[in-house]
């Protein structure tokens, strides 16, 4: 599938290196998303972007900052992570915000040390 | 806010059985349910979804059910194979803050033994 393609799709890092998640979605959506999947827990919604304007923030450490340059490109810049950071980070898309159907990516394992 | 509760954690069926797995939601402004499976190594993709005007939904093998007075759904997988071997979430909507979004259920992983 090419729909939304992220990079890397693995990623491991000590907890004072600086890196960034790349998500690219080629639907025309106008929507992206950030989730956290973490083991024995449900998808955790991290960041919402709408027509490249940041509408939702979850309540994310500041250590996770997110950037939609736009439309179609997402990344999520990463520095000073915790080990309890680790988990399958996994990208979305929808046509537009709200309840539509979402589009994942294959997601990026990231492991911190 | 939300809070969607999925049941079981895991499940295990024989190939040709059926399989059904529950959701429970709070919001009793949640319109869309939508789930979703995950292979392993994988992304989740959505399978079925259900809008509150209507009580059921049927595709092939794989159905829903909604009860909004009681608010739980469901799905229903017939005749169980091996490649429906997966996680699935289920998930409903909720408005927080002036926006609409999804909220996933813990996950049930789904085991049809050949």
């Known amino acids: 599938e090419t729909g939304v393609t992220q990079t890397p799709r693995h990623l491991v890092m000590g907890m004072t290196n600086k890196k960034s998640l790349k998500c690219e979605q080629h639907?025309?959506?106008?929507?992206m998303y950030w989730y956290k999947q973490s083991a024995k827990k449900p998808l955790e919604l991290m960041f919402v972007?709408?027509?490249?304007?940041?509408?939702e923030n979850n309540s994310v450490p500041s250590r996770f900052s997110p950037e939609c340059p736009n439309s179609s490109h997402l990344f999520l810049h990463l520095h000073t992570l915790q080990p309890e950071d680790s988990a399958l980070y996994l990208c979305?898309?929808?046509?537009?915000?709200?309840?539509?159907?979402?589009?994942f990516g294959p997601g990026t394992r990231l492991t911190v040390l | 806010g939300e809070n969607v509760e999925q049941h079981p954690s895991t499940l295990s069926v024989q190939e040709g059985d059926s399989a059904v797995i529950k959701c429970t939601y709070s919001?009793?402004?949640?319109?869309?349910f939508p789930w979703y499976k995950q292979e392993l190594g994988k992304r989740p993709q959505l399978i079925i979804d259900i809008r509150s005007n209507v009580g059921e939904k049927k595709d092939q093998r794989i159905a829903v059910t909604l009860n909004k007075t009681a608010k739980h759904f469901s799905l229903h997988i017939t005749e169980t194979q091996p490649e429906d071997s997966a996680v699935y979430f289920c998930a409903a909507t909720s408005w927080q803050g002036g926006s609409e979004k999804l909220v996933f259920g813990k996950g049930t992983k789904l085991t049809v033994n050949p």
């Open positions: 979305a898309s929808t046509r537009d915000r709200g309840t539509d159907t979402q589009y």
């Open positions: 919001d009793s402004a949640s319109n869309y």
């Open positions: 639907l025309g959506h106008n929507a």
């Open positions: 972007y709408s027509l490249e304007e940041r509408v």
